[in-house]
Nanobody, 126 residues
Framework: QVQLVESGGGLVQAGDSLRLSCAAS????????MGWFRQGPGKERDFVAA????????YYADSVKGRFTISRDNFKNTVYLQMNSLKPEDTAVYYC???????????????????WGQGTQVTVSS
């Protein structure tokens, strides 16, 4: 069992940066692949970024490539999402998710993840 708690959201202006954190409780954090998803107003939940548990491969949605960076610290049981050059269209509730031993295509699909945080709001004003 894993519990996830996101933090770091807020209201920023276009072009600003934010770093989201997702703290995990429970055992064997290093065996979980971690993902970030977001859900904008009136939209479905979309994949943002993921990092595999094994080789730390990273994956990004096209819309955030070059601007967002996912990282993890297994000693702190925390995954991060560094968001730079934020745009108004990045406005959403951001969720982190965990899926044990997940690899490859599973990392892009929200229904593959077993554990979810409560979400943190990111609002980018123009």
């Amino acid at each position: 069992q894993v519990q996830l708690v996101e933090s770091g959201g807020g209201l920023v202006q276009a072009g600003d940066s934010l770093r989201l954190s997702c703290a995990a409780s429970g055992r064997a954090f290093s065996t979980y692949s971690m993902g970030w998803f977001r859900q904008g107003p009136g939209k479905e939940r979309d994949f943002v970024a993921a990092m595999s548990w094994s080789n730390r491969s990273t994956y990004y949605a096209d819309s955030v490539k070059g601007r967002f960076t996912i990282s993890r610290d297994n000693f702190k049981n925390t995954v991060y999402l560094q968001m730079n050059s934020l745009k108004p269209e990045d406005t959403a509730v951001y969720y982190c998710a965990a899926d044990r031993f997940a690899m490859g295509g599973r990392l892009f699909r929200d229904n593959e993840y077993d554990y979810w945080g409560q979400g943190t709001q990111v609002t980018v004003s123009s």
